[in-house]
């Protein structure tokens, strides 16, 4: 398959190269063609891997992974252009994070919208799915880190979407459980969740962690 990666910092470097070491043909995308972490990138991560700027990679991408940082989610996205998003799925991995008064940090958008959402509103015609935004960026491509029994949380519109991208995490990523939220509208709780996650990543000292839904039988 052909995957969109737009973003360089750990996150979209850690989905790209686990996805091109999964068989998938991987373009990432940034604000310039010789962006120097994606040319590096590139370089290391085999005949499989690609660059360009952010509509390069979205032309190229049959499924588009948002990794950048939340402040510039929709500026990437817009950048890559809404013609070349229309029909394609847009796994949003980005959080709102505000950062302005320092750790720990505060949401910019919450309660009664989120990022999520939002790129819904701007792409209509794409199928947005929040997903991989509530853990580590090595947790999310490669669930074993954390032992045990723990849940991907993921949320969108399109039914066919989530499937797709629950199929892609559980086998590209070796995700076992896959919980869907529901409508976008389920982002407002998963980026709220980041607030949880960097407090417990304070106290129990590592970001290889995640959460398990327990179910009385």
Known sequence: MKIAVLGTGMVGNAIATKLTQ???DVKMGSRTATNEKAVAWVATA???ASAGTYADAAAFGEIVFVCTAGTGTLEALQSAGAASLDGKIIVDVS???DLRKGMPPRLFVGNDDS?????????????VVKALNTVNCNVMVDASRVPGDHDLLIAGNDSGAKAAVTELVRRDFGWKHVI??????????????VLLWVRLWGVLGGPDFNLHI???T
């Open 46 to 48: 085999g005949a499989r």
């Open 180 to 193: 869907d939220l529901g409508g976008i509208d389920g982002a407002r709780n998963t980026e709220a969740h």
């Open 22 to 24: 999964s068989g998938h």
């Open 214 to 216: 327990a179910r009385a």
């Open 95 to 97: 959080n709102p994070l």
């Open 115 to 127: 990022l999520g959402e939002q790129v819904q509103r701007a792409f209509p015609n794409a199928k």
